[in-house]
């Protein structure tokens, strides 16, 4: 398979805990995206990297957060501090342009669980 | 910001019928992508619209990019009970550096066999 994966797909922690999820891009994607989604709602941009850059953060993204994409292949989010409003599917996306065509695979998620 | 509203919220139907949703905006974007989601699973994705009047099909499902590139529509044919899922709508501005997608509030599908 081929596609975009995530690790771990579930996590539960306590409030206070640090966590940090992986993504492995499709292999010749340079762009990668993370994104939130809380339940009822569709998922919300939160940061974007071209190769290794990272080129735009969401407000959303507070200073507790970082992520990291270091040798332009498979990213890393953190979550320093966590806090129960953190809860939510935190999902991977990857893609290549061309041209003015562009299109985002998503990994299946990581659903995080703050107690 | 920019949003997406679509509609309708839910959907119940008997097998069979044919399905249409849609999303509009207050906003211009460049490319058009609906997305279907499982419980517990990612988005994946079902069409994608770059130009401003396409109209692509994928097999019993067909989508469109609004002329004034302010909307989006989804159809499907024929609806069979694996159909049953959330589906979304997203739009991408694509200029410059950022290709980030803005979701709609998505489309609850249930098929009664």
């Known amino acids: 398979d081929t596609g975009v994966s995530q690790d771990p797909r579930h996590k539960i922690t306590k409030r206070g805990q640090n966590v940090t999820f992986r993504c492995d891009p499709i292999s010749e994607h340079n762009r990668l995206y993370w994104y939130r989604q809380t339940l009822g709602q569709g998922p919300e941009f939160l940061t974007y990297f071209q190769n290794e850059a990272q080129l735009e953060k969401s407000r959303l993204l507070s200073d507790r957060f970082s992520a990291e994409r270091p040798k332009g292949s498979f990213s890393t989010l953190e979550i320093q501090r966590t806090e129960q409003g953190d809860s939510a599917m935190y999902l991977c996306?990857?893609?290549?342009?061309?041209?003015?065509?562009?299109?985002?695979?998503f990994g299946p998620g990581t659903r995080l669980l703050v107690l | 910001g920019q949003q997406l509203n679509q509609s309708p919220q839910s959907m119940f139907i008997q097998e069979g019928e044919d399905v249409s949703m849609n999303c509009t905006s207050s906003s211009i974007f460049n490319t058009w992508l609906w997305y279907k989601q499982d419980p517990g699973e990612g988005p994946v994705l079902l069409i994608a619209?770059?130009?401003?009047?396409e109209l692509t099909s994928n097999g019993r499902l067909t989508a469109q990019f609004g002329i004034t590139r302010k909307d989006s529509f989804l159809n499907i044919s024929a609806s069979i009970p694996s159909d049953v899922g959330i589906y979304f709508c997203a739009g991408q501005v694509g200029s410059g550096n950022t290709g980030k997608l803005i979701f709609g509030q998505g489309t609850t599908l249930q098929v009664k066999p």
């Open positions: 996306a990857s893609s290549s342009r061309t041209g003015y065509q562009e299109t985002q695979y």
């Open positions: 619209l770059y130009k401003a009047g």
